[in-house]
């Protein structure tokens, strides 16, 4: 069973880990610390944690076949933490379905900031009451439940992935900035030279539909940002 506001450190620097315990300790997380790749995914799938910070250079198994042994089997949201201006490692851990990156060496207050957003972003609200879906075109999302599906059929969507989808379906028919996109879906303000926005869009196209003419349902519009094509 989950326990709230409890976070995995995957890292094989222990005294990097004791450092982000401590002080995630001082902001309310309970923390759980593995060392090494196996032992990440182990406790990752074990149900016990809200959300994972690993870290993409570990001897053995690395971060990211750690993250790909994870997403094979849950959803739980991963922040990694890569070396600073590695874009390489930082856009295949976001394809393989990480929700967001911090590089290293980083500052345990962003780390936080990240970690709150993406936890506001999972967790519905306890006021929101059921409603209806959302509807665009062949689309629907239940926000309040998380779940979204293409013709009838389920999606299999990250936290992240999700709420993009989610800010794009709420603007269908209009052009939404990579500025929007990074405020609304990733909880922070977009950051010059970050890819992330684009690497997730890719991703939402693989996994979404096509219209009846063959195009994708998210246009890319040049020097602007994203839209979601009712039809």
Same mark, same amino acid.
């Given at each position: 069973?989950?326990?709230?506001n409890?976070i *995995?450190? @995957?890292?094989?620097?222990?005294?990097?880990?004791?450092l982000?315990?401590d002080y *995630?300790?001082?902001e309310?997380?309970?923390?759980g610390?593995?060392?090494r790749g &196996?032992?990440? @995914?182990r406790?990752?799938?074990?149900?016990?944690? &809200?959300?994972?910070?690993?870290?993409?250079?570990?001897?053995?198994?690395?971060g990211?076949? @750690?993250l790909? #042994?994870?997403?094979?089997?849950?959803?739980?949201?991963?922040?990694m933490?890569?070396?600073?201006?590695?874009?390489?490692d +930082?856009?295949?851990? !976001?394809e !393989?379905?990480?929700?967001?990156?911090v590089?290293?060496?980083?500052?345990?207050?962003e780390?936080?900031? +990240?970690?709150?957003?993406i936890?506001?972003?999972?967790?519905?609200?306890?006021?929101s009451g059921?409603v209806g879906p !959302?509807?665009?075109?062949?689309?629907?999302?239940?926000?309040?439940?998380r779940?979204?599906?293409? #013709?009838?059929?389920?999606?299999?969507?990250t936290?992240? &992935?999700?709420?993009?989808?989610e800010?794009?379906?709420?603007h269908?028919?209009r052009?939404?900035?990579?500025?929007?996109?990074?405020?609304q879906g990733?909880?922070?303000? !977009?950051a010059?030279f970050?890819?992330?926005?684009d690497?997730?869009?890719?991703?939402l196209?693989?996994?979404?539909?096509?219209?009846?003419?063959?195009?994708s349902?998210i246009?890319?519009?040049?020097?602007?940002?994203?839209?979601l094509?009712? &039809?």
């Amino acid at each position: 069973m989950t326990t709230k506001n409890s976070i *995995l450190l @995957v890292d094989d620097d222990i005294e990097l880990t004791g450092l982000l315990r401590d002080y *995630l300790g001082q902001e309310g997380f309970a923390v759980g610390e593995a060392h090494r790749g &196996e032992d990440g @995914v182990r406790e990752a799938l074990s149900g016990g944690y &809200e959300l994972v910070v690993l870290d993409v250079m570990m001897p053995g198994m690395n971060g990211i076949d @750690v993250l790909r #042994a994870i997403r094979a089997q849950s959803r739980v949201p991963v922040i990694m933490l890569t070396a600073r201006g590695d874009d390489v490692d +930082r856009i295949v851990g !976001l394809e !393989l379905g990480a929700d967001d990156y911090v590089p290293k060496p980083c500052s345990p207050r962003e780390l936080v900031a +990240r970690i709150r957003a993406i936890l506001r972003r999972v967790q519905p609200s306890a006021s929101s009451g059921p409603v209806g879906p !959302l509807r665009a075109g062949l689309l629907e999302l239940w926000p309040e439940r998380r779940l979204a599906s293409w #013709a009838g059929q389920p999606l299999e969507l990250t936290g992240t &992935e999700f709420n993009l989808l989610e800010v794009l379906a709420r603007h269908a028919g209009r052009v939404v900035s990579k500025a929007e996109l990074s405020e609304q879906g990733l909880g922070r303000p !977009l950051a010059r030279f970050d890819r992330s926005i684009d690497v997730h869009m890719s991703s939402l196209r693989h996994k979404l539909g096509t219209l009846s003419d063959g195009r994708s349902c998210i246009q890319t519009v040049r020097g602007q940002g994203y839209q979601l094509i009712r &039809e």
